[in-house]
């Protein structure tokens, strides 16, 4: 399995180079195999640096692939995170037109910087009905589909939209029907009602993402969560931790972990 890290651009260290360098530049130091590049047009570090797929253009996309190459890191995975900020103002799906739009670019920027997949939800909007949003997500599906792109729903939001748990994305997933469409997991156990090693049993082969928090060997089995895991998925651990010093703990934890119960 792959190790990656979610990241945004941020401020450059040095004058003159991309504010995407200083994830690269750490990732690559901790040997990371990728990352997740976060899609959010205002970050923590401001404005000015933040990754928006409409601003980023065709030669800014040749320089990312070139950044990567040059630092030995793939852009593994992107996520759709401006929802969050959408959604406060438009929490009907009545007005999601414009939001829509932008995941269509989202899809066509994944597919530019030769991600896989491509993490999505719809923040705390509400669904209008269960019809209404397989209609929408099956037509988001057909467009990734056409460009090698895989959609993710993450799991632990679906519930905002009103239409049930991870039981009820599992049943949507199947009736989207499509090979680019599955669950993007992230268990918030000890928060959630699964464990780790549950939640994958039950999302099953429609796992298509994995996201993980700090590695937490107190309360979650791991040897349970692995075994899980190697019966359905063997693609990236995406750990989404944002405090960058304690990212080295984590990732040294991991990889014994692999090690130990590979």
């Not at 990241?7 to 995407?20: A, W």
């Not at 099956?138 to 009103?162: I, K, P, T």
Request: proline content about 5%.
């Amino acid at each position: 399995m792959k190790i990656g890290l979610r990241v945004s651009f941020s401020k450059p260290e040095k004058e003159g180079e991309h504010p995407f360098e200083p994830a690269l530049r750490f990732t690559s130091r901790l040997g990371l195999d990728g990352v997740e590049l976060c899609l959010d047009p205002i970050p923590p570090y401001g404005p000015e640096y933040g990754a928006w797929s409409e601003s980023i253009g065709p030669e800014e996309r040749k320089k990312i692939e070139e950044l990567c190459s040059t630092y030995g890191v793939e852009v593994a995975t992107l996520c759709s995170e401006w929802p969050w900020g959408y959604s406060q103002y438009c929490r009907d799906f009545r007005h999601w037109a414009r939001g829509l739009e932008i995941l269509r670019e989202d899809i066509k920027l994944t597919a530019d910087l030769g991600a896989s997949v491509l993490l999505i939800h719809f923040g705390a909007s509400k669904a209008q009905s269960w019809e209404g949003m397989r209609k929408i997500l099956r037509e988001l599906s057909e467009e990734a589909e056409s460009l090698g792109v895989v959609l993710g729903f993450e799991g632990g939001v679906w519930a905002n939209l009103g239409l049930g748990g991870l039981k009820e994305l599992c049943k949507m997933v199947d009736e989207v029907g499509s090979p680019s469409f599955g669950v993007y997991e992230h268990c918030y156990w000890p928060r959630g009602n699964l464990q780790p090693h549950e939640e994958i049993e039950l999302v099953g082969r429609r796992i298509v993402g994995l996201h993980s928090g700090r590695i937490d060997p107190k309360n979650v089995d791991y040897d349970l969560m692995l075994k899980a895991l190697k019966k359905y998925y063997d693609r990236y651990w995406i750990f989404e931790i944002d405090e960058m010093g304690e990212v080295e703990e984590s990732l040294r934890l991991l990889r014994e972990l692999l090690l130990k119960y590979s």
